[in-house]
């Protein structure tokens, strides 16, 4: 179906992020905040940015895509209304998928079909496992395979999405439970993922405001934390990806 806007997307300003290896989501974010209603913007990557759909939706914006080439998306997005991000972060759920961006420095083709995965799993309609859930198991079978990069970020994204201190609670004493007092002592208990959880505990226990609390995880365990985020960090190989 036409959008009525579809007419006017060729005078959308054009963000062309094909060559960008680093964090890209917070200058896409940036420009989509200050633009207005009844006006765009067009994202250009060599893969479906998925990801960037509801990232915007949560901002007021709707989208249209097209697939020019095999290595070229352009995805225009059209502010409809102005809308609060849903999370003190500017998105609907803090620490998006960056890692496609590795596979991207594969193959572009194989950065879509992952993407496309990634969309089949987290953003699956009427899906029989809530988000909240599925996001605790990611956790937990991070840890069981000693991923603790990926445990911490599904942590942040069930805080985000509305788990309580008591959930995890009960979660870190079947962590406990499960891999045994010596694993949780010595790889557990040392981690982010733990020190995350204590952040959030301890916080909430002084009163501070969960907004408060989450964008303070986010700061303290996102992108900035070498070992949490899903991009490697190099100064000098990808200070020229900063924008």
């Known amino acids: 179906m036409k959008k009525d806007w579809q007419d006017i997307k060729d005078s959308?300003?054009?963000?062309?992020?094909?060559?960008l290896t680093g964090n890209f989501l917070p200058m896409v974010l940036?420009?989509?905040?200050n633009t207005s209603v009844g006006e765009g913007i067009c994202v250009v990557q060599s893969f479906?940015?998925?990801?960037?759909?509801?990232?915007?939706?949560?901002l007021g914006f709707e989208h249209l895509t097209d697939r020019v080439s095999?290595?070229?998306y352009r995805v225009y997005f059209f502010r409809k209304e102005?809308?609060?991000?849903?999370t003190p972060t500017g998105m609907d759920v803090p620490l998006k998928p960056l890692a496609i961006l590795n596979f991207k420095r594969i193959d572009d083709e194989l950065a879509d079909i992952v993407v496309h995965f990634w969309e089949l799993i987290w953003e699956k309609q009427d899906a029989a496992i809530d988000q909240k859930t599925k996001y605790l198991l990611s956790l937990a079978n991070a840890v069981g395979a000693g991923r603790m990069r990926q445990a911490t970020r599904e942590l942040v994204k069930a805080y985000a999405d509305g788990v309580t201190?008591?959930?995890?609670?009960?979660?870190?004493?079947?962590?406990?439970?499960?891999?045994?007092?010596?694993?949780?002592?010595?790889q557990i208990g040392p981690s982010t993922l733990?020190?995350?959880y204590k952040l959030i505990k301890s916080r909430e226990k002084n009163g501070v405001p969960k907004e408060e609390v989450?964008?303070?995880l986010v700061e303290r365990f996102g992108e900035t934390n070498r070992d949490s985020s899903a991009l490697f960090k190099d100064n000098t190989m990808e200070n020229k990806d900063h924008v």
């Open 194 to 196: 733990f020190g995350a």
């Open 30 to 33: 940036k420009k989509a905040k």
């Open 70 to 72: 095999e290595s070229e």
């Open 12 to 19: 959308f300003q054009v963000i062309d992020v094909r060559k």
């Open 165 to 186: 201190v008591e959930e995890l609670d009960e979660l870190f004493a079947l962590l406990a439970w499960n891999h045994g007092p010596g694993t949780f002592a010595s």
């Open 48 to 58: 479906e940015p998925i990801p960037l759909y509801s990232a915007l939706s949560d």
């Open 214 to 216: 989450l964008k303070q």
């Open 82 to 86: 102005v809308k609060d991000a849903s």
